[in-house]
């Protein structure tokens, strides 16, 4: 595709319930990147893909996040349990090999109520 | 630890005024720096980066140079419009091997009057 799309845009879960959101990267970007953004904060680093490999998941918060991205494409970031301070946007960025430069998604923005 | 730091906002100016947004960072190593560009109901861009040291970099009339001695990468712009009303997020990487993780700043709010 164009770029990267997320979904849903929005979801508004009740505490206790169980959320997934997904990612499509641009075609052929190897690394991906999740990030979770709080309301008026930069975003900050959740975990990172290289193909289907999570190579680094020092950023989830508890082990009630969970992130794969089986095929090496497509990412489902799956938030069991979900907590009003999961509030927050959810940030997907590819990379392509070589480069530095990461492109995001439009987001998804969590409500927990 | 590693980290970004960039003046709060918001910043409110007239257009056609001189544009600058500070940040500094602390680093264990020798970071790539960015400016990324948040416009209202998009994503987030990038705008403008730095791999090295005195590397200056540019893009629609931004400008930011990497300046080791004072772990600074300040953002300028000669002469806004109301169109560069955004936030504005600086962000480091290149720490921690292949990761490439960005480390962001709380971004700052630039609101532009006609």
């Known amino acids: 595709g164009a770029g990267v799309s997320q979904s849903p845009r929005y979801k508004v879960a009740k505490r206790g319930q169980d959320v997934a959101l997904r990612c499509d990267p641009i075609?052929?970007?190897?690394?991906l990147f999740w990030y979770q953004q709080a309301l008026g904060q930069g975003p900050e680093f959740l975990t990172y893909?290289?193909?289907?490999?999570?190579?680094?998941k020092s950023g989830l918060p508890s082990d009630r996040f969970f992130a794969e991205r089986p095929e090496g494409s497509v990412s489902t970031l799956k938030i069991q349990r979900t907590q009003q301070e999961d509030s927050a946007v959810y940030l997907c960025?590819?990379?392509?090999?070589?480069?530095?430069?990461?492109?995001f998604g439009p987001g998804t923005r969590l409500l927990v109520l | 630890g590693n980290s970004v730091t960039q003046m709060e906002g918001p910043v409110t100016l007239s257009e056609e005024a001189f544009l600058t947004i500070n940040c500094t960072y602390t680093?264990?190593?020798?970071?790539?720096l960015f400016w990324y560009v948040q416009y209202p109901g998009e994503g987030l861009q990038l705008l403008l980066k730095?791999?090295?040291?005195?590397d200056k970099g540019s893009n629609k009339g931004f400008e930011a140079t990497y300046r080791k001695e004072t772990t600074s990468f300040h953002l300028e712009k000669g002469s806004v419009q109301v169109s560069d009303s955004a936030v504005y997020f600086c962000a480091l990487s290149g720490l921690d091997g292949a990761t490439n993780k960005l480390i962001f700043g709380t971004g700052t709010l630039l609101a532009v009057q006609p």
């Open positions: 893909f290289q193909n289907e490999a999570q190579l680094d």
């Open positions: 075609s052929g970007h190897v690394s």
């Open positions: 680093a264990t190593g020798y970071p790539s």
């Open positions: 960025a590819s990379m392509r090999p070589g480069t530095q430069t990461q492109y």
């Open positions: 730095a791999t090295k040291a005195d």
